[in-house]
């Protein structure tokens, strides 16, 4: 049974950087097109970056902008994980952030995603 892990969330001060991981369990992490979302206090869940089956990487929404930071999606095959680096955090950033598996190519909504993890919070404060 697949199984995805989020870690690496925390408090962290603005301008600071944070790296979530993304442990999958049960399938080949580069057999799946792995997403990474975010849902900040009573807002929707929104696409941040994705990376596919063939290790090319998206970036959308708020990432694209830059008013959450600097994102780096990346993959470790030997570790099965996926990871996003988020420098220069600004605290507009403050969500909780999920990742979420599909077999097919990147996409940026929701329902497109059939696994998904339980999320790491980032808190993003002075």
């Known amino acids: 049974q697949l199984r995805l892990v989020e870690s690496g969330g925390g408090l962290v001060q603005p301008g600071g950087s944070l790296r979530l991981a993304c442990v999958i369990s049960?399938?080949?992490?580069?057999?799946?097109?792995i997403g990474w979302f975010r849902q900040a206090s009573g807002k929707g869940r929104e696409g941040v970056s994705c990376?596919?089956?063939?290790?090319?990487?998206?970036?959308?929404?708020d990432a694209v902008k830059g008013t959450l930071g600097a994102f780096t999606i990346s993959r470790d095959d030997a570790e099965n994980s996926v990871y996003l680096e988020i420098n220069g955090l600004t605290p507009e950033a403050t969500a909780v952030f999920y990742c979420?598996?599909?077999?097919?190519?990147?996409?940026?909504?929701?329902?497109?995603?059939?696994?998904w993890g339980q999320g790491t919070q980032v808190t993003v404060s002075s």
């Open positions: 979420a598996a599909r077999r097919s190519y990147c996409s940026s909504r929701t329902d497109a995603y059939d696994t």
């Open positions: 049960g399938a080949r992490v580069d057999v799946y097109s």
């Open positions: 990376i596919s089956r063939d290790g090319d990487v998206m970036y959308y929404g």
